[in-house]
C-alpha cells in the first residue's frame, strides 16, 4: 500500500511544485480554509500550546496568532513540496544568508559546524547553504519514517537542496567518518524536538515553562570538537525568509554540561516572543510536566 500511495502521490506533489508562486500560495490559502474552518487540524493543541506560553495575552490576541499561524504554517507545508522543482537562482532569492562569511570563518577553524535550527519560520529551505561557497558538505539530519516509501518521498522531495538527509542513527557515524577523512561537514539539527519520556535528563525554563529539552547537539559537538551555530531565520514577507548565523560555541567543551542548549532555546524564545506566528504550535512540545517524574 505504502509503494502504491508513493506512485500516486509523487506525481501530484511535482505537478504542485511546479506551479506558479501566485497559483501556488492561492492553494496555500484553499488549504488554510480546510485546515482551520473545516478539518481544524490540531486545534486543540495550538489553543493549549498558546495559552501556556501567553498567558498574560487577550482571548483575541491569541486567536490572531493562532490564525496567522495556520497560514503560514500551511505555507511550509506547500514550500517543502516547491523544494521538488525550485532552481538555485529562485531559492538564493527567496531564502538569503546574510552572514556567510561568518559560517566561512568558522569552516576554516573547526572540523565540522552543527546548526542548531529551530521548528520556527522557514527550516525546510535551510540547507539552501549548498547553494553558496562553502568547503562543507550540507547535512540534514532527521527522524527517519517507520514506511520506507514515505520516508523514500522525504528524500526526493529534498534532494534537490543538494543535501544528503541523514537519519539520527547515522549521524554520529557519518560526522566520525567525515572527520576522520577530512570532509568538512555542516550537520543542521532541529533542536528543540521533545525527547522520549524515557530519554529525558534535563529540563529548561522554556517560554516560562519548564520544559524537557533534546540535548544531542550539543553532545554530538562536544564529542566531536564540532563547533555551534544557531541559525536565525526570519519571514520577511511571504515566501521570502533571511537567515542569520550565530555563533553559540566555538569550543563547546570549554561549555558547561546543557550551557549551549540553554543558549540555544534563550535565542529562539527571542524569535517565538518577538513573532509567534512563526514557531510550530501543533508540535506537542509541552505534554510532559516535571512534577511527574
Known amino acids: 500500500m505504502g509503494k502504491f500511495i508513493y506512485y500516486i502521490l509523487y506525481p501530484l506533489l511535482w505537478l504542485i511544485s511546479i506551479l506558479p508562486f501566485p497559483l501556488f500560495y492561492l492553494l496555500s490559502d484553499i488549504l488554510y480554509f480546510l485546515a482551520y474552518y473545516l478539518i481544524g487540524y490540531r486545534k486543540d493543541v495550538v489553543k493549549s500550546n498558546l495559552k501556556l506560553c501567553f498567558p498574560n495575552k487577550t482571548n ?29 537562482k529562485q531559492l538564493k532569492k527567496r531564502f538569503v544568508y546574510k552572514n556567510v562569511d561568518e559560517f566561512r570563518r568558522l569552516e576554516k ?45 522525504i528524500k526526493d522531495i529534498r534532494a534537490n537542496l543538494g543535501t544528503t538527509l541523514i537519519n539520527s542513527r547515522e549521524a554520529i557515524p557519518t560526522m566520525l567518518r567525515n572527520k576522520r577523512d577530512g570532509q568538512k561537514g555542516s550537520y543542521y539539527m532541529i533542536s528543540d524536538q521533545s525527547p522520549k519520556k524515557s530519554k529525558i535528563k ?43 548565523f550565530s555563533p553559540l560555541a566555538e569550543n563547546p567543551k570549554e ?13 529562539l524564545e527571542k524569535q517565538i516572543k518577538n513573532q509567534p506566528e512563526y514557531y510550530l504550535w501543533t508540535h506537542k512540545r509541552w505534554k510532559f510536566n516535571r512534577k511527574d517524574f
Not at 520556527?120 to 547553504?129: D, G, L, R, V
Not at 547535512?139 to 527517519?144: E, G, L, P, T
Not at 564540532?226 to 525568509?241: C, D, P, S, T
Open 109 to 153: 577553524s573547526s572540523p565540522g559546524v552543527i546548526v542548531m535550527c529551530g521548528h520556527y519560520a522557514s527550516y525546510e529551505w535551510a540547507t539552501a547553504i549548498n547553494y553558496y561557497d562553502t568547503n562543507n558538505k550540507g547535512y540534514a539530519i532527521y527522524k527517519k519514517l517507520k514506511n520506507e516509501y514515505f520516508d523514500k518521498l
Open 255 to 267: 561549555y558547561e554540561d546543557f550551557k549551549i542548549t540553554e543558549i540555544f532555546f534563550t535565542e
Open 60 to 88: 483575541k490576541e491569541l486567536k490572531n496568532i493562532e490564525k496567522a499561524f495556520y497560514h503560514h504554517m500551511c505555507d511550509i507545508f506547500l514550500e517543502m513540496i516547491k523544494t521538488l522543482s525550485i532552481s538555485e
Open 202 to 244: 534535563v529540563w529548561s525554563n522554556f517560554m516560562g515553562v519548564e520544559t524537557p529539552v533534546f540535548t544531542g547537539s550539543e553532545a554530538m559537538a562536544k564529542k566531536l570538537g564540532f563547533a555551534v551555530m544557531y541559525l536565525k531565520v526570519e519571514k520577511v514577507k511571504r515566501g521570502f525568509y533571511e537567515a542569520t
